[in-house]
């Protein structure tokens, strides 16, 4: 499986930006880089994703380095809400890779 | 639209025996996947249902097993259940199978072995 790897935890201030880093150093060209969060007593929710270029949608941003071996998921003003929970994966196609495997992810904790 | 529903969301059961777990995806999607989780080892993956064929297995022992029936909704046994079979078990389910589907999850059943 391809593997990824991201600090165990941050902390943030209310209504600041966040910017959570993964490393991804063995991705091959065709996976996809996922971010999905869990908040706490919920299943997992998909948060965004994307492959070469970054990615914008209402709940984030995500900014992937030129070579792709690392990927940033940008929270433009982080809630109280955004507290959880984020693991980035990587997503491929064709055998063991197709899956959402799952590392640690990071625990980010948001202070009012 | 109605999102991925999990029954039940809490069930304890007795050492040695087995138990069925219930999950409806959002209409449409084809895709189903089950996964364990548990504060040791994580969320670690345990199978993939598409048109009611298995298409993905983690490494779990041969004792949990699922099926995935024609209207897309899936059921995941575990057998002779250990104390280590504790954990949320979640289910999601994705439109298809590309790489670049989004999975939805449910809320999860939360089973404990005493």
């Known amino acids: 499986d391809a593997k990824t790897t991201q600090p165990n935890s941050m902390e943030s201030n209310e209504e600041e930006p966040v910017h959570l880093p993964c490393n991804h150093s063995?991705?091959?060209?065709?996976?996809?880089i996922h971010w999905y969060r869990q908040l706490p007593s919920q299943g997992p929710e998909y948060v965004i994703h994307?492959?070469?270029s970054n990615v914008n949608n209402r709940m984030a941003s995500l900014a992937i380095a030129e070579d792709r071996k690392s990927s940033t998921l940008i929270l433009h003003r982080a809630t109280l809400r955004d507290a959880a929970v984020y693991y980035c994966?990587?997503?491929?196609?064709?055998?063991?890779?197709?899956?959402?495997?799952f590392g640690k992810g990071t625990l980010l904790t948001v202070n009012p | 639209k109605a999102g991925v529903t999990q029954t039940p969301r809490y069930l304890i059961k007795t050492r040695g025996q087995q138990v069925t777990l219930s999950c409806s995806p959002i209409?449409?999607?084809?895709?189903v996947s089950w996964y364990q989780q548990t504060p040791g080892q994580g969320l670690q993956f345990l199978f993939e249902?598409?048109?009611?064929?298995?298409?993905n297995k983690g490494n779990f022992p041969g004792r949990f097993s699922g099926r995935q029936f024609s209207n897309s909704r899936s059921e995941m046994n575990v057998s002779t259940l250990e104390l280590g079979d504790s954990a949320l078990y979640l289910c999601?389910?994705?439109?298809?199978?590309?790489?670049?589907?989004?999975?939805?999850f449910g809320q999860g059943t939360r089973l404990t072995v005493v």
């Open positions: 063995t991705i091959s060209g065709t996976d996809y």
């Open positions: 999601a389910s994705s439109l298809g199978q590309a790489v670049y589907t989004e999975a939805f």
């Open positions: 994966i990587l997503r491929g196609s064709g055998g063991s890779n197709y899956k959402l495997t």
């Open positions: 209409s449409g999607h084809r895709s």
């Open positions: 994307g492959l070469t």
């Open positions: 249902y598409f048109s009611e064929t298995q298409r």
